[in-house]
């Protein structure tokens, strides 16, 4: 008699169940200039680096006066910082650079002075500017810590903490905190400022709590909103005043 019919194949695994819709919306799509697109694409491995670079300010600065071996903390009594060009054009030339951050007197006070002013900062970026743009590479971005206030920059208004501003509960407190920051700061011709800073203080031994909102969420999104909606309504160097803040202490979730 011929062979048995081979058992017929199994039926096929069932579909898996398609995932359920995200409950947030996709994000939108970037939109790329094309200036900027064909500047990046002709950029080299190298030249992308250099422009993610930043370097803190003492590294292109000089001192002068009495500074034995050049060196600031030798006399901190007559030693003033000065741009060093021969540094400068070395960082620009090999190494393309970036972005520079912080004041050459973020360690202290020299002498009597103890900061740049926004005139002293705007002439030291202009002859930066200057250099980058002989060496051929774009403008550097320069960036300062003005959490609380432009506290880097001399004469300018120095904020409470951000943990204080969490206290207030107040958005309207928040908007007029970043407004001041940016009008400070951008008189001083840095256009960056490192804030808000959106951590949560969870751990009480985090050094850094002092610069949260605070350890609640919600607080924490509607105040920090609520700053780069005052930092971003400054886009001039004599910018009005910010608005006077009106309803204090409403419900962060009623704020954002």
């Known amino acids: 008699p011929p062979p048995p019919p081979p ?3 199994p039926p096929p695994p069932p579909s898996p169940e398609p995932p ?9 799509e970037v939109q790329i200039d094309d200036d900027v697109r064909e500047a990046v694409s002709a950029m080299s491995i190298e030249q992308k680096v250099g422009q993610m670079t930043q370097i803190d300010i003492s590294q292109v600065v ?12 030798a006399d901190r009594r007559s ?8 540094k400068l054009r070395t960082w620009l030339s090999q190494f393309g650079l970036g972005s520079l951050l912080n004041s050459p007197y973020a360690s202290g006070c020299v002498g009597s002075v103890c900061g740049w002013t926004a005139a002293q900062f705007r002439a030291f970026v202009r002859e930066v500017q200057l250099e980058a743009a002989a060496a051929g590479v774009p403008p550097l971005l320069f960036g300062l810590d003005s959490t609380h206030g432009a506290a ?9 903490h951000q943990l204080s501003v ?16 940016a009008k400070d700061t951008l008189a001083a011709a840095v256009p960056w400022l490192f804030s808000p800073e959106l951590g949560l203080a969870t751990n009480p031994l985090w050094p850094r709590v002092y610069e949260t909102f605070g350890e609640d969420p919600a607080l924490v999104s509607a105040l920090g909103a609520a700053t780069i909606v005052g930092i971003q309504s400054v886009t ?17 979730e009623q704020s954002a």
């Open 7 to 9: 058992p017929p194949p």
């Open 20 to 28: 359920p819709p995200s409950p947030h919306p996709p994000p939108p």
């Open 62 to 73: 000089s001192y002068t006066g009495n500074c034995k071996g050049g060196f600031l903390w």
């Open 79 to 86: 030693c003033q910082p000065e741009l060093d060009r021969q």
């Open 236 to 252: 001039t160097l004599v910018p009005p005043s910010p608005p006077a803040p009106q309803g204090d202490r409403p419900p962060p």
């Open 166 to 181: 969490g206290a207030t509960f107040s958005t309207a407190r928040a908007r007029q905190f970043g407004a001041i920051q």
């Open 152 to 160: 880097y920059v001399l004469d300018a208004t120095v904020l409470p």
